[in-house]
């Protein structure tokens, strides 16, 4: 039963290095987000994708893109990582009708 | 706009209750959570209560919901240490136009002191 699986789970990366976080679930569900989570600051949405096919910006989406690649998998990517963008990041998948958030366990990125 | 504001500290001792109030803007929200995290983990659904109810029971928890005032609150009864948390308040926009996602409260971290 693992529901949302996130990789990696740490990451230091130099200031301009590119990466990608990794997110599955097998819940089948239709929505899949990225968030970021800085103290004070709460979860923030950078990215969501309403259905396979489909992605849409949220509030914080300088920086970044991301890939539905199919219904289980949304990508997140930071094409020239940036101080900035040391946060954790939470990938989460719902299904419409009830709107349910499972997250998974968070990303911690580090960028020096 | 949508906002959603929380304290960011409660401390209580255990055995007691514990409030932890939100307040949000979006008077069309359809749902309002309450997400639990705890230390190195991801957020997990405690609770959440349909716009149209005043009130959610659920065993020790007990969610509130005033309308009028745009403000839900969560209180936690005979608080245990394990409890000890981030607590989060959220809201959802209508789906039709926002593909169900959420608008997170900054957190109130909850110590409860043995």
């Known amino acids: 039963n693992a529901g949302v699986t996130q990789t990696p789970k740490f990451q230091v990366l130099k200031t301009g290095q590119s990466m990608t976080l990794q997110c599955a679930q097998d819940?089948?569900?239709?929505?899949m987000y990225w968030y970021r989570q800085d103290p004070g600051m709460g979860l923030r949405l950078i990215y969501y994708s309403a259905s396979e096919g489909t992605t849409d910006k949220g509030e914080v989406p300088n920086g970044y893109n991301v890939s539905r690649l199919n219904k289980r998998e949304f990508s997140l990517r930071l094409e020239s990582a940036a101080p900035s963008q040391t946060s954790v990041y939470f990938c989460?998948?719902?299904?419409?009708?009830?709107?349910?958030?499972?997250f998974g366990q968070g990303t911690r990125l580090t960028v020096v | 706009g949508e906002d959603v504001e929380q304290s960011l500290f409660l401390s209580v001792r255990e055995g007691d209750s514990s409030v932890i109030n939100c307040t949000y803007t979006d008077s069309s929200s359809t749902y309002l959570y309450w997400y639990k995290q705890e230390p190195g983990a991801g957020l997990q659904l405690l609770t959440y209560i349909f716009s149209n109810m005043d009130m959610k029971q659920d065993q020790r928890l007990t969610v509130l919901l005033n309308k009028k005032d745009k403000h839900l609150s969560l209180r936690i009864a005979d608080t245990q240490t394990g409890d000890s948390a981030i607590y989060f308040c959220a809201e959802t926009p209508p789906f039709y136009n926002q593909g169900g996602k959420l608008i997170f409260g900054q957190g109130t971290e909850l110590s409860v002191k043995p």
């Open positions: 989460a998948s719902s299904e419409a009708e009830h709107y349910e958030a499972f």
């Open positions: 819940m089948n569900h239709n929505s």
